[in-house]
């Protein structure tokens, strides 16, 4: 049984991602927002973590329907400035 041509070879399929866009593995957009789980990638924190400081107000976010988006320029900002809340004692 032969396959078609055109099957995805497991390294083809791969590189497309999920989504099967060629684009999957670009590098982020420096102006496009942050989910959560990748601010808690960046601050090494639990994704939980960074709900709760949305919540309380210390990282901008903006829902959209049940996803929270940070924006990137706003975090980068934030982290180079200092979070609100860590002055010295």
Avoid: H, W
Avoid at 25 to 31: E, F, S, V
Avoid at 39 to 57: D, S
């Amino acid at each position: 049984m032969s396959v078609p041509s055109t099957a995805l070879s497991d390294d083809e399929r791969k590189a497309r991602g999920r989504n099967g866009s060629r684009g999957a593995r670009d590098p982020p957009n420096p102006m496009s927002p942050l989910t959560v789980k990748e601010c808690a990638a960046i601050l090494k924190v639990n994704p939980k973590t960074v709900y709760e400081g949305i919540r309380k107000g210390q990282i901008p976010a903006i829902r959209v329907s049940k996803l929270f988006l940070i924006p990137r320029p706003v975090f980068e900002r934030m982290l180079r400035d200092g979070a609100a809340g860590t002055e010295a004692a």
